[in-house]
């Protein structure tokens, strides 16, 4: 064994016996850290080189029968999955599907298997793409993927000049009355949803009155900062600190999306009907305040003609609470939720700040120049976390 | 310095504008996406590029003195000195005064040393320090967690993030260590 790799292992033993979290996760960063030192094997420059060949060759192997591969154009954003949508014919057949390839150059680590897991577990609780084929084998996309099906829609309207990645889309006044109720509709589905027996093996599962859960979660995201970060932030650190001296166990474990918010589903414009919950890369098991908490971040919502603040430019924030307690039947617990706004500020600037910006200047990702622009967004929570952290 | 480096930039933002981006294929999404982000990172850079220097200067002066802080903290205890390695990082580790630097890139891999000193000293002063200690160091490094904010906060602002962010040479000024 090298020097360098002796030190690349102690390096690895001191992160792991820091840092615990969930064990596909511990591999997933481990991985992450490892193609660094060995470059050759990390697919340069990022994009398929040849998506329709690609995506012949696994289909070929995967399904019986001949099968063709049309269409394929990639789609727009990406943090976490690069995707293309295609249209796969068998005999007379044809249907629209997405690929979706973990890249390597992600603005945060996320595993191809339990979104594929989740995408399977939530069918039937609220409209997604219907999980398809999943391939662990890079050596067909150059790293773990998955297809599902192709749900039309649109995730802003046409009048809306979104951000970089559906971020504070606004919906305007016919659209916010159409959307909002299903889409606190969903959110409530999800968290008092019955998992036991969903087949989710690929994630590790909390004890309940426990801070197992959120125990992994900072586990994982400190130490993705650890690996990824350009800097030390000061801000960073007192997150860190907050976020450790004052976990609240959680009640009842429930599957969480991770990162529901506008801008995240996808909805008929005319009807006004949400088509598809999307991006479910984040999604994990834990306290249902994690995802309500992301979900009131200031930073997505919007003021309404009225001045009043709109949870994710939808609805009230007393309209979003109360609505979910009486779907769900779950309460919601006010300092919780001033935990996990903390907690997400803490998330998002790993990868704003840290993850995002360290592939754009490594040069492992064509989305560079969305990665450095949205580390203003990093910037902005910066901001807001400081208000919740250092308010005492 | 002629062309000056604002008059590069505004002749990149506007063959880009006018020229570049509307003959892109109305097909060719995720080209028409990442054409506008460089349009809007034109923008932004147009707005802080003359503010490089100072920004570093200011980040020094803020860094060098909480380490100093720091270490006046960790020093009140022998034993929390002894565990955050007193009398301090190897002198080659410290950085100069940056009234000391000339170049640019060196400035900014001294910031990064220095905040990385600071982080790892401030850890360890929470993991073996008294609760005064802690309390001090916390403190201390709120500070400069709040006039670091207010920086990032004006040179993001043209990413359109941050909301009624003032103009970044406006808040350098009030930092600097020389006003």
């Given at each position: 064994m090298s020097a360098v790799t002796d030190g690349l292992q102690d390096?690895?033993?001191?992160?792991?016996?820091?840092?615990?979290?969930?064990r596909r996760l511990e591999e997933l960063l481990t991985s992450k850290l490892l193609d660094r030192e060995s470059t050759a094997t990390v697919r340069a420059g990022v994009g398929l080189p040849d998506p329709q060949a690609s995506l012949e060759q696994f289909l070929a192997d995967s399904l019986d029968g001949p099968v063709?591969?049309?269409?394929v154009s990639r789609l727009r954003g990406g943090g976490a999955n690069e995707a293309y949508a295609f249209t796969l014919t068998r005999g007379p057949e044809t249907e629209r599907l997405v690929l979706r390839v973990k890249t390597p150059g992600a603005i945060c680590a996320t595993?191809?298997?339990?979104?594929f897991q989740m995408l399977q577990a939530v069918q039937g609780l609220m409209p997604t793409p219907r999980p398809v084929l999943l391939t662990e084998d890079p050596s067909y996309f150059g790293a773990p993927a998955f297809i599902s099906t192709f749900v039309p829609g649109t995730s802003a309207p046409t009048f809306d000049v979104p951000k970089a990645t559906g971020l504070g889309v606004t919906y305007g006044p016919r659209l916010r009355k159409a959307l909002a109720p299903a889409f606190v509709q969903h959110c409530a589905a999800l968290h008092s949803a019955d998992w036991s027996g969903a087949g989710l093996d690929a994630f590790d599962v909390p004890r309940s009155e426990t801070t197992d859960a959120i125990d992994w979660r900072l586990g994982f995201w400190e130490r993705a900062w650890e690996q990824d970060k350009l800097e030390e932030h000061p801000t960073m650190l007192l997150m860190s600190q907050w976020l450790r001296e004052n976990r609240?166990?959680?009640?009842?474990?429930?599957?969480?999306h991770g990162d529901y918010r506008n801008g995240n589903f996808l909805f008929d414009e005319e009807r006004g009907e949400i088509t598809a919950v999307i991006d479910w890369e984040l999604c994990y098991?834990?306290?249902?305040?994690?995802?309500l908490a992301y979900t009131m971040l200031p930073g997505w919502g919007?003021?309404?003609?009225?001045?009043?603040?709109?949870?994710?430019?939808?609805?009230?924030?007393?309209?979003?609470?109360?609505e979910y307690e009486r779907i769900s039947g779950l309460s919601v617990d006010r300092d919780r939720l001033h935990y996990y706004s903390v907690y997400n500020y803490y998330w998002a600037v790993v990868s704003l700040l840290g993850t995002g910006p360290f592939h754009a200047r490594a040069r492992t990702t064509q989305l560079d120049v969305m990665y450095n622009f949205i580390s203003g967004l990093g910037g902005r929570f910066v901001g807001d976390a400081n208000a919740l952290v250092l308010e005492d | 310095m002629l062309p000056a480096v604002p008059d590069l930039l505004e002749a990149l933002k506007s063959r880009m504008a006018e020229t570049i981006i509307p003959a892109l294929p109305e097909d060719a999404v995720f080209a028409q996406e990442q054409a506008g982000l460089m349009l809007a990172t034109l923008d932004w850079l147009i707005d802080v590029q003359a503010d490089q220097y100072l920004y570093e200067v200011v980040e020094n002066g803020d860094h060098l003195g909480l380490l100093d802080t720091l270490r006046g903290i960790a020093g009140d205890d022998e034993e929390t000195g002894d565990a955050v390695g007193q009398p301090g990082p190897p002198a080659d580790e410290v950085p100069v005064q940056a009234a000391h630097l000339v170049d640019l890139d060196d400035l900014r891999e001294c910031n990064r040393r220095l905040k990385g000193l600071t982080g790892a000293l401030y850890t360890r002063i929470g993991a073996h320090g008294g609760p005064d200690q802690v309390d001090r160091a916390r403190h201390a490094l709120a500070a400069v967690a709040r006039r670091q904010e207010r920086r990032e906060r004006a040179f993001y602002r043209m990413t359109g993030f941050p909301v009624d962010a003032e103009d970044l040479g406006t808040v350098l000024r009030d930092q600097s260590p020389t006003t």
């Open positions: 390096r690895l033993d001191s992160l792991r016996a820091t840092y615990a979290c969930e063709a591969v049309g269409g595993d191809a298997t339990r979104e609240p166990p959680v009640d009842r474990v429930s599957l969480l098991l834990g306290d249902r305040h994690s995802d919007s003021v309404d003609e009225n001045g009043t603040f709109l949870v994710a430019g939808l609805m009230d924030e007393a309209t979003f609470l109360g | -």
